[in-house]
Every structure is written in C-alpha cells, then in structure tokens.
C-alpha cells in the first residue's frame, strides 16, 4: 500500500501484532481490559455535588484522569493534585495535601474535598486520616466544610474497585442515623454512566418512592452549553443527602463490585439493610431493580414501565430472528458483563467469551456461567488484557463484539461488528444522554445490536438478495 | 484583572501593567487544577512515536493505559508504538520487588515482536520499592542482542521537562552503534517533530526538494537504526526546543554537531527555519531550491489565507500550550488571519520566553505561567476571546463557554507544520470560529444584547 509520502506501507495494522497461537504469559500485560483504582475513585466523587476531587500523587496522575474523563465525556473535568515533588516522596506528603486542602478551599471554595491516594502515596505511606484530622486541628477546613478520603492504590483491584471505594467512603464520612427513619430508599447505582443514573432516577420515580441516589454524575459530566465555565455545575448528589442515607429504609446496590461495598457500611454504620442486585441492563435485569423497588414501597408497577417493557419484549419478538445463535464476545467491566451476558442469552445469543482485567474473582465467573454454561471461556484479572482477547477471537470467530473504544482495533483487524459498551468511549457520543440500563436502556441496546448486525447484513448481501424489509 | 491567589501572581502577567517579573519553572502550587503533567508523561511522550521498538511501562497499570495510543503520532511503517505495555505491578511485587516481573515481562515481550529496541519506563513506584532497572536492562541487552534502555521517569522526581530530559538521554544512548547505511554531505536530523497528523512528512518532503538529507527524525516515524546513525549528520535542526534542546547539547558535545532552533509553524516561521538550513550549508544550488520552494508554496496559500483573513479580520485569541516556542509561531501565524493573541501561556515556559512573547504581543495582553481553568475561563470572559488553542483539556471549557477551539496538541487531526499546515490550521480556525453553532450559545445572546445596550447608549441606532 502507498501512503501519502509515497513510502512503502507494510501491511500491518496495529494489531496484526496479534498471533493467533494462545500462550500463558507469566508477566506482561498487553492492551490492558482494566485501568486504575484512582480514576474510579476521581469520577465517583464527581457524582457528589460541589464536590472537588483531589489526587493525593505525583502532577500526572490528576492530568491523566481528567484527560482521561474528559475525552469519555467531552466535558470539563475538574479536580487538583498534591504535586508531589521528591521531597514528599522522602518526608511524607503531608505538608501537600494540608497546603493543598487550604490552597483549594482559597481559591476554589467546594463544599466537598475527596481525596483519593496513589500507588506513591500509598507506597510512601501517608496516614490520610490523621492528616485529614491535623488539618481540621489546624483550622484548614472551613465550617460546614468536608474533607473526605479513600484508598486507592493503583496496584490493587481496578477503576471499578476504585469507584466503589469511593463510595464506601461517601458512607464513611458523611452518612447518619438520626434515629428517625425516613420514607426513602438508598440506590447505589454503579460505574455507571450519567445517563444511567438519570434513568434509575426515572424509574424509581415512577414506581412512586423518593429516593437518594449516590453517586450521581449526572448534570455534572454532562451538562448543557451555557456559555459560562462553571467550576462546579448543577448535578451531584448534595452532602445532606447522603447524609440522609442513614435514615433510609432500605439501600439498593446495582452492581456488586461497584456498588456492595457501600451499601454494606451503610448497614454496618447505620442499620440500614440492603439488596445487591446486578446492573438494572436487559430485561431481567430491569425486572429484579423494579421488583425490588416495588417489595420494598409496597407499590405496585405502574402503567408506563409496564408499557415500556412490553416495547422492550415486541422489539425482541419482531426481530428475534436475527439473534438467534448469534455469536458474541465481550470485554468489560463485571457488573456490565454480567448484566450483558444475561441479556444477550435472553435473546438466544451465543456467548463465546467474557474477559475482564479486573480481578473480579470465582463469584463473577459463577455468575456468568449460570446464564452461559460451562463453554463460554471467562477470564478476569492478571493475564486477561485485550491481546488475549484478540487472540481467543482469532481462535474462534464471533458475530459482533461488545466493549470500549480500545476493541474498535480488533473490530476493524478482524472485520467484526462492534457495540461500544462499557468505559471509555472516547470515539462517539450518546453515552452521556441515553442510557443502557432500564427497558428503555434495554431498547437503546437492542438498536445498537440490530444496527451493527443488520448494517453487516446490508454491507455483505450479494444484490440479488439485498432486501428492503427487514 | 480577576481576583487571583496570592502565591499565583507573581505567574501572572498584565502587558503594560508593570514590570515584568514573570516567575516560572516551579512547580505547580499543591491543591491546584494544573493542566500540567509529569516526568513520565514527558519521557513517554518523546519516545512514544519511535515505531519499531517496544515502550515497556515498568509499574500499576494506569501510566500504561493512559498513554495507551493517546497521541496522533503517525508511522509508515511498523506501529508496535500504538500497543499498550505494562508489568501491571501488584501488591506482591510491590512488597517483594518487581525486577522479577520486569525481567520475565521483557523477555516475553522481546521474543514476541522481535523489537528494535526497547524502552523501559520507571514510573513513581519502582524508585521506591528499590528495583535496580538498570541491571534488569542491562541483562536483558545481552541476552536479546538489542538495546533495552531504561528511561528514568519517576513522576514525582521533577516536571514534564525532567521527562524530556530523560528521554534525551535515552536516545542518546542508541546513538553511535551504527548498522551501515550512507549519509549525504547535506545531511540533518529532525528533532522534536513528532508526525502528529503527518506532519513529519510535510517538513521531509520540503528538505528533499531542499536537496538536504534527512538522516533521522526525533522522533516522528522514528526508527531505532536511522538514531543510531544519527550523530553522523551535519546539523540538528530543533523544533520544540523544550524538549529537544539537551538531546542537541549533547551531541554537540559528543559528535561536535551544531544545532538550530526553529519552528515549523506559521508562514515566516516555516521559511526562516528552510532557509536557515540552506544557508547553514551555504551550497548554492540548496539555497536556488529553498528559495523556489518557499516562492512557490506562498504563492500557493496566501490567496486562500486572505480569504480566511476577510472572515477572521479583528477576533481575538488565547493561547495556552504545553511549550512556549510554539507560542511564539501561533502568535504570528494568528496574525496573518487579523487576530489578536489576547491571552497567552504555556505550562513548561521560561524566562526568556516569556519575556519574547512579551515583546511580540500588544499592550494588554495577558501572559501567564501554569495556569488552572478557573483563572483561564475568567481571563478569557474578561478578554472576551472568539478562539482558544489548547490541549484536551482545554476544548471543553472553551465550548462550555461558548468559544471556538484549536487544538495545538496531541489530539490535532490535521497537520498544522509547514505551509500546508498553515492552510489547515487556517481551515480549522474558521471553521470553529465561525461556526453557526454559537448562534445558539447564551454566551453570544447576552453578548449581543449587550453590544445593543451600549450602541443605544452611544446614542447609535442597534444593528
């Protein structure tokens, strides 16, 4: 292939890289299916209103994370960094992030200051409390202010594990039990997306009950041109909200990585008891987080979800198929793969693997076979990076492949229909407005689906066979 | 000007205001949202766009997949670049020393894809766990019978620019161990052109019509071989001078090769860089082919700029970049299409650039040194600017307020050097400036009513 300058272009893409030949690696990781603890934690706390995260780290671990959520969302992302210099790496970083805690409440007045740590932090072993307590000694929080923290070292867990620390530490440090119960449930609803939360939010609603859902990024990450830069924009759950918490009925936990941690302090700290149900994705999924809701209000479902449902099984039916012994793989974070898998077998979809870097653990492969069998091939954590994934799918060759915009080179290597699902999507939009989760996120996807499949079908039909009606 | 933290102002400078004391090269104040980064990102980003050696990311997964084919940096041919790889360090490695891992994963790597070479990043922890990398590489260059350089780049040790440092010395050390290969009499190596958008190929293309040799470029479609044989050019011609400028001290030193610092930005820019080298080899015929070169390439663009200019007569500009050399250029080139640079800064700029920047921009403007987008959006609401150039994390706050984007960084997607970059860059600024997109911004409205506010005052009728 000639390219512009004339020079002789080998014919290797990226990834034709990739033999097909599986081997064990006992130590690289290639194409990682996983990113960091602390960008988990830095979107999390996004989700609380007014809230700025902060990078208890080296400069580059902050730029990273917000380049990294603000390619995802196209919006600005804000939070600070302790800076750390080789000095702190030696003394501590403490004199950092009490500078930083009093620079940042001068110049940029949140109500909520959430630091997360880093592998350095982590590694030089800073003792956040007692720092956090040193500044509040020494005057450095304003009243009514809040600092909070969590641990994330980056060479534990993953940003699903990152987020759900996050979380935990929302409960930790801000939630209480008043003794007075109040007339509301707690949703804790994942690394999800804002548009997610905005549906969970819907439906909860419509079932009649008030809720309080943290976190919530929605109007944070994904808010409207206003012609202003607005540092700290109208979304997120507020701190007397999730303070509040405390005094709820019950708390609902989508996702178990995501989101069990939390909702388990909260009952531990505050004797409030939860439900972990899987993400609210398919029809199934949607069905048990409704039917949950509805247990626990002594509400019966009303009309319209009912009504959306119905679309979501007419779709399936109208189309079915052309589902029928589809082949899919998928790569992703658990708490969406397990939804997902759920939902594509619903649909009579062949499941050929399942692969996440996280280290999600025995329970999250049991949780895929119930619905897969025993064939599917499901990896998770060292060793099961996107390069594995390209190698199982030259070993046997699905029909679409579901994942996050780093698949979008395997798709174009192998010549397979891709889905974007899952985080990060840096290539296209529509994540931040419309959801996956709920019947109408059940639609959303199966459109997705179709389009990919259907679009194939077009591309691939000889004309003679090229159809209209479809 | 807007209200500004104390220990931020001595960063900050108003043109005209008063003497110039502007200070920099420090680091960032703790607690800030500095749009900065740190010395892996700056090593990383050097070495990234050498194709046909592998860049090992030597700690916790994140550096590695945030770097993971994050910069537009194009090859021609192999792209191992663009891959992703990590020792994924964990807690037992953490505690026990990940030399091990390295070693283990290296070998892997290198029997895989049979690399030119291969670079080994330390990122922040593996100076504190005490892994000795150096012998790790060492090691394993025997073993492989291929350079395996580590690169120092411990994130907290220093700034972006300790990163360039780094990588300097990195490739330094490929140098000199040729494999053949001839190099004419009129031979350069291209530093700090790194092939965003193609752009490398633009700047050879003009030195081959130039008749010069381009023996390397560092590191746009970089290859291991062409930087060995590097030091045997007659002239380093330096582009992004932050980052390249020690890498051509020192083989000044070691191989006695001068350098040059230019910019392939802009039109004069462009053409004072081509002559530059023209008249460095003082060979009439290279000097005849320079001059019809640039003739000819003018010629081919100033009637298309002059139109841009027709739209564009008047608007007003900020500016803030990672290195302050390229400030220089997007301030003349914005001149060409009538618009006033207003605000201008850059994260990793010292005093002589700054104080050059003060001396090529009018009274009023505001020069700035690290800034955080709260300080950024006020200055641009003040200035009232139509257009910002910037990095990715700069474009959403601009279209948050309303305002026209460029992007001068790593996510451009047409090539901005040389004269065709000119057109382009051209091309995109239009194109965002005027938009019909920020008919619908508030931003615009209010202005509007504003600007009718006051003609009625002035006793003006309202158009």
Redesign the interface.
């Known amino acids: 292939m000639q390219?512009?300058?004339g020079?002789l272009?080998?014919t290797?893409?990226?990834?034709r890289?990739t033999?097909q030949q599986l081997a064990d690696?006992?130590?690289?990781?290639?194409?990682?299916a996983?990113?960091?603890q602390?960008?988990g934690a830095m979107y999390a706390a996004l989700g609380i209103h007014g809230c700025l995260p902060?990078s208890h780290?080296?400069?580059?671990?902050?730029?990273?994370?917000?380049?990294?959520l603000?390619?995802h969302?196209?919006?600005?992302?804000?939070?600070?960094?302790?800076?750390?210099?080789?000095g702190?790496?030696v003394f501590g970083g403490q004199a950092?992030?009490i500078?930083?805690?009093?620079?940042?409440f001068?110049?940029?007045d949140p109500e909520v200051i959430a630091v997360h740590t880093?592998?350095?932090s982590e590694?030089?072993g800073d003792d956040l409390p007692q720092i956090i307590n040193k500044a509040q000694a020494e005057g450095k929080i304003p009243k009514g202010k809040r600092v909070i923290h969590t641990n994330t070292?980056?060479?534990?867990g993953?940003h699903v594990t990152g987020f759900a620390s996050m979380t935990q530490s929302m409960v930790q440090y801000l939630a209480e039990n008043t003794g007075t119960k109040l007339n509301q449930v707690n949703v804790i609803p994942g690394f999800v997306e804002p548009s997610d939360m905005t549906e969970i939010k819907r439906i909860v609603r419509e079932m009649g009950l008030k809720s309080v859902v943290f976190p919530d990024t929605s109007g944070v990450v994904n808010?409207p041109?206003?012609?202003?830069?607005?540092?700290y924009p109208r979304g997120g759950t507020t701190v007397g909200e999730i303070r509040s918490t405390g005094d709820s009925r019950l708390t609902v936990a989508l996702g178990k990585l995501a989101s069990a941690a939390a909702a388990k302090l909260l009952d531990r700290k505050c004797k409030v008891p939860f439900e972990v149900l899987d993400l609210p994705i398919g029809l199934r999924g949607t069905d048990a987080f409704i039917d949950t809701l509805r247990k626990t209000g002594g509400v019966s479902v009303p009309e319209s979800l009912m009504t959306q449902r119905g679309q979501v099984v007419d779709v399936i039916t109208d189309m079915h198929q052309y589902f029928y012994g589809k082949k899919a793989a998928l790569v992703g974070d658990p708490d969406h793969l397990t939804s997902l898998v759920q939902f594509l077998t619903d649909m009579d979809m062949e499941i050929l693997y399942v692969v996440t870097?996280t280290p999600a653990g025995r329970k999250f492969e049991e949780g895929i076979r119930q619905y897969t069998g025993e064939k599917t091939v499901v990896e998770y954590g060292?060793g099961a990076d996107m390069?594995r994934f390209h190698q199982l799918i030259k070993n046997e060759r699905p029909d679409l492949i579901f994942g996050n915009s780093?698949v979008k080179y395997i798709a174009r290597d192998e010549d397979i229909p891709l889905v974007r699902v899952g985080f990060p999507i840096y290539d296209r939009v529509g994540h931040q407005y419309f959801p996956v989760t709920g019947y109408r996120g059940a639609l959303r996807l199966i459109e997705k689906i179709l389009n990919v499949l259907l679009d194939r079908q077009d591309r691939d039909a000889p004309e003679e066979s090229f159809e209209l009606v479809m | 000007m807007i209200e500004i933290l104390d220990e931020r102002k001595s960063q900050i400078y108003e043109k005209g205001s008063q003497t110039f004391e502007l200070s920099c090269d420090k680091a960032s104040l703790a607690g800030s949202v500095s749009q900065r980064a740190c010395v892996f990102c700056g090593s990383r980003v050097v070495l990234y766009p050498i194709a046909d050696a592998v860049h090992l990311v030597h700690g916790p997964i994140g550096c590695a997949a945030y770097t993971w084919d994050i910069r537009g940096s194009l090859s021609s041919g192999p792209e191992l670049h663009r891959l992703s790889f990590s020792t994924d360090l964990r807690e037992t490695e953490v505690i026990y020393g990940g030399e091990e891992k390295l070693y283990a994963s290296l070998t892997e790597l290198i029997d895989t894809y049979r690399p030119k070479a291969a670079f080994v990043y330390a990122t922040c922890i593996v100076g504190l766990i005490g892994d000795d990398v150096q012998s790790v590489c060492a090691r394993v260059e025997k073993e492989q019978g291929i350079p395996v350089v580590p690169v120092h780049s411990e994130g907290f040790r220093g700034t972006k620019k300790d990163g360039y440092r780094a990588a300097c010395e990195a490739l330094f050390r490929l140098m000199g161990n040729e494999d053949g290969g001839s190099v004419g009499p009129f031979g350069i190596n291209i530093l700090g052109d790194f092939n965003l958008a193609g752009e490398t190929w633009i700047i050879k293309e003009y030195y081959r019509q130039m008749g010069v040799d381009v023996v390397s470029c560092m590191t746009g479609d970089g290859r291991v071989d062409e930087i060995r044989r590097s030091y045997r050019a007659s002239l380093n011609v330096v582009q992004c001078s932050g980052s390249m400028t020690h890498l051509a001290r020192m083989m000044e030193q070691a191989y006695g090769i001068p350098f040059k610092r230019v910019s392939y930005f802009g039109i004069e820019d462009t053409a004072e860089a081509l002559y530059m080298v023209a008249r460095h080899f003082d060979d009439p015929g290279v000097i005849d082919r320079t001059e019809e070169l640039v003739r000819s390439e003018v010629n081919r663009i100033y009637p298309a700029i002059r139109e841009y200019r027709t739209a564009l007569e008047g608007k007003k500009a900020g500016i803030y970049v990672g290195g302050s050399f390229k400030a220089f250029s997007l301030v003349k080139a914005l001149r060409h299409l009538g618009i006033a640079t207003v605000i201008v800064g850059s994260q990793t700029g010292n005093r002589e650039d700054y104080e050059y920047l003060r001396e090529i921009c009018a009274e009023g403007t505001i020069i700035v040194d690290d800034t955080n987008p709260l300080e950024l959006s006020q200055f641009m609401m003040e200035k009232n600017v139509d257009l910002l150039i910037g990095g990715v994390k700069e474009r959403p706050i601009a279209y948050k307020m309303g305002i026209g984007f460029c992007d001068h960084n790593h996510e451009r997607k047409l090539a901005l050097a040389g004269f065709e970059g000119m057109l382009n860059f051209c091309r995109e600024v239009y194109s965002s400036v005027m938009s019909p997109v920020w008919k619908f911004s508030p931003a615009r409205h209010r202005q509007a009513q504003l600007g009718r506010a006051c003609d009625e005052q002035d006793g003006r009728a309202a158009v």
Do not use: W
């Open positions: 390219d512009a300058t020079l272009k080998e290797i893409m990226i990834l890289h033999p690696r006992s130590a690289l990781t290639v194409n990682p996983k990113t960091c602390p960008v902060h780290g080296s400069q580059g671990c902050c730029a990273y994370h917000r380049s990294a603000t390619r969302y196209k919006d600005p992302v804000m939070a600070t960094t302790s800076s750390f210099t080789e702190a790496s950092n992030l500078e930083a805690i009093n620079n940042i001068a110049i940029y880093t592998c350095l590694v030089i070292p980056s060479f534990k993953s808010g041109l206003t012609g202003k830069f607005h540092m870097g060292p390069f780093y």
